[in-house]
């Protein structure tokens, strides 16, 4: 799902937060320096323009009239020599300050540009250091799931936003939790409670029909109905025990089963419905694959997912039972023929009660929990479960579960059907 929500997305770079907090770190310092780069170029200007001012007095002064004094006194031609050399010096600095006023703006504008990269370096590091405790979070979220719902963030750090994030967390997790245990102790609970009463019912129908006197038809025929509703009634009660318990992850004890010695038994149990249903039956097990948890609910998962492919087929249809053990893995893998089936809806066959269209053989059988058990019970051993619609029809399961031992030999799977 991870991988499908990737690709549905456009291309391009991933805007995180800490690129925008750079982007708008980078953007203020260039602001404040194209103004006061601005405010700098204003005063050289009106330095300039004042300079501009005396320059020009000085050059009127010296180009007045001569003195009135006919070849003039010492005093007035030293006076009209500083004249002239006050003049010479004002011209000097009017010439000299457009050039200074130039290179002052370039070298303020490479400044400017080399003190961006660097704002921006450092609006970066500073940014990744105050989403630093944010990732934390992150990634504990992350791997805080279903099972594991006891966990915590615990985060340690300044009382700040980021501390009341994380404690509104730990308040969410824990409220969740308590509706969890709340929910598999409502299950466990009613299945156990309820079956007191359906013992009582059935034995009441034991009772009515030992009988010395042989009770009427109707009778008979209603008693054979009211067993064979109170029997799925329990099968449905055991279901949601088993669900619970599998969800929960409370395996009984960690013992090592061999899965194809399982399966083979499963298989031969169910040799009288397969042949009843003129079903067509492919074996390929591995020899020695092994795997570790509770043999009770491994056995039921294999129970479960055979009966679902003897029961929901078509007539004169095909099994194929099929393990493979490798890479540190052992998989259990069922197909069985039948309609071509909408994948959207086999996806959700994992959950409760959830079924196909009645146009299946058999669909009217069963509890509807026979896929979600296995579910629970392949996630409660660290396993992962695939439900595939076949392109040619019919369903295929695959159960991955970890290799408890090496196994002695692999399978040879070519020949099961694509």
Same mark, same amino acid.
């Given at each position: 799902m991870r991988l499908a929500g990737q690709a549905g997305r456009p291309f391009g770079p991933r805007r995180t937060v800490r690129s925008r907090m750079t982007l708008l770190y980078g953007a203020l310092f260039l602001m404040s320096g194209a103004v006061l780069l601005a405010i700098a170029s204003g005063v050289a200007v009106r330095s300039s323009s004042r300079v501009s001012r005396p320059a020009a007095a000085a050059n009127e002064n010296?180009?007045?009239p001569?003195?009135?004094?006919?070849?003039?006194?010492?005093?007035?031609?030293?006076?009209?020599?500083?004249?002239?050399?006050?003049?010479?010096?004002?011209?000097?600095?009017?010439?000299?300050?457009?050039?200074?006023?130039?290179?002052?703006?370039?070298?303020?504008l490479i400044a400017l540009a080399v003190m961006a990269g660097v704002s921006a370096i450092l609006g970066w590091l500073m940014a990744g250091h105050a989403l630093r405790p944010l990732r934390t979070i992150t990634a504990t979220v992350r791997r805080i799931s279903e099972d594991n719902l006891h966990e915590r963030l615990a985060f340690d750090g300044p009382r700040d936003e980021l501390r009341d994030l994380a404690e509104t967390f730990d308040g969410l997790l824990e409220r969740l939790e308590a509706a969890f245990a709340a929910q598999r102790r409502f299950v466990a609970n009613a299945s156990h409670e309820l079956r007191t009463p359906l013992t009582t019912m059935r034995a009441a129908l034991d009772v009515t029909m030992a009988k010395p006197d042989p009770p009427p038809v109707q009778t008979v025929a209603l008693?054979?109905?009211?067993?064979?509703?109170?029997?799925?009634?329990?099968?449905?009660?055991?279901?949601?025990?088993?669900?619970?318990?599998?969800?929960?992850?409370?395996?009984?004890?960690?013992?090592?089963?061999?899965?194809?010695?399982?399966?083979?038994?499963a298989v031969a149990a169910r040799t009288p419905s397969i042949t009843a249903a003129g079903l067509t039956l492919r074996q390929a097990v591995a020899s020695g694959a092994t795997v570790a948890g509770s043999r009770a609910l491994l056995r039921r998962m294999i129970d479960?997912? #055979? %009966?679902?492919?003897?029961?929901?087929?078509?007539?004169? !249809?095909?099994?194929?039972? *099929?393990?493979?053990? @490798?890479? =540190?893995?052992?998989?259990?893998?069922?197909?069985?023929?039948?309609?071509?089936?909408?994948?959207?809806? #086999? %996806?959700?066959?994992?959950?409760?009660?959830?079924?196909? !269209?009645?146009?299946?053989? *058999?669909?009217?059988? @069963?509890? =509807?929990?026979?896929l979600s058990i296995v579910a629970a019970i392949v996630a409660a051993h660290g396993?992962?479960?695939?439900?595939?619609?076949?392109?040619a029809g019919g369903l295929r399961v695959t159960m991955e579960l970890p290799l408890a031992g090496r196994a002695i030999r692999e399978a040879d799977l070519a020949g099961l059907p694509a």
């Amino acid at each position: 799902m991870r991988l499908a929500g990737q690709a549905g997305r456009p291309f391009g770079p991933r805007r995180t937060v800490r690129s925008r907090m750079t982007l708008l770190y980078g953007a203020l310092f260039l602001m404040s320096g194209a103004v006061l780069l601005a405010i700098a170029s204003g005063v050289a200007v009106r330095s300039s323009s004042r300079v501009s001012r005396p320059a020009a007095a000085a050059n009127e002064n010296s180009a007045g009239p001569p003195s009135s004094v006919a070849g003039g006194s010492d005093l007035a031609r030293a006076e009209k020599r500083i004249i002239q050399l006050q003049a010479q010096l004002a011209a000097a600095q009017h010439s000299q300050a457009p050039s200074a006023a130039h290179e002052l703006l370039v070298g303020s504008l490479i400044a400017l540009a080399v003190m961006a990269g660097v704002s921006a370096i450092l609006g970066w590091l500073m940014a990744g250091h105050a989403l630093r405790p944010l990732r934390t979070i992150t990634a504990t979220v992350r791997r805080i799931s279903e099972d594991n719902l006891h966990e915590r963030l615990a985060f340690d750090g300044p009382r700040d936003e980021l501390r009341d994030l994380a404690e509104t967390f730990d308040g969410l997790l824990e409220r969740l939790e308590a509706a969890f245990a709340a929910q598999r102790r409502f299950v466990a609970n009613a299945s156990h409670e309820l079956r007191t009463p359906l013992t009582t019912m059935r034995a009441a129908l034991d009772v009515t029909m030992a009988k010395p006197d042989p009770p009427p038809v109707q009778t008979v025929a209603l008693a054979t109905r009211l067993r064979s509703e109170l029997d799925r009634v329990d099968e449905l009660l055991e279901g949601l025990l088993v669900l619970a318990r599998a969800q929960h992850g409370a395996l009984p004890s960690q013992e090592v089963l061999v899965l194809d010695d399982a399966v083979a038994a499963a298989v031969a149990a169910r040799t009288p419905s397969i042949t009843a249903a003129g079903l067509t039956l492919r074996q390929a097990v591995a020899s020695g694959a092994t795997v570790a948890g509770s043999r009770a609910l491994l056995r039921r998962m294999i129970d479960n997912v #055979v %009966d679902n492919a003897i029961v929901h087929n078509q007539p004169a !249809g095909w099994v194929t039972v *099929g393990t493979w053990a @490798g890479g =540190g893995s052992v998989r259990f893998v069922v197909e069985n023929g039948g309609p071509v089936l909408d994948q959207a809806q #086999v %996806d959700q066959l994992a959950q409760p009660f959830k079924r196909l !269209g009645a146009d299946r053989i *058999g669909s009217e059988r @069963g509890s =509807g929990l026979g896929l979600s058990i296995v579910a629970a019970i392949v996630a409660a051993h660290g396993g992962k479960l695939d439900l595939r619609a076949r392109p040619a029809g019919g369903l295929r399961v695959t159960m991955e579960l970890p290799l408890a031992g090496r196994a002695i030999r692999e399978a040879d799977l070519a020949g099961l059907p694509a």
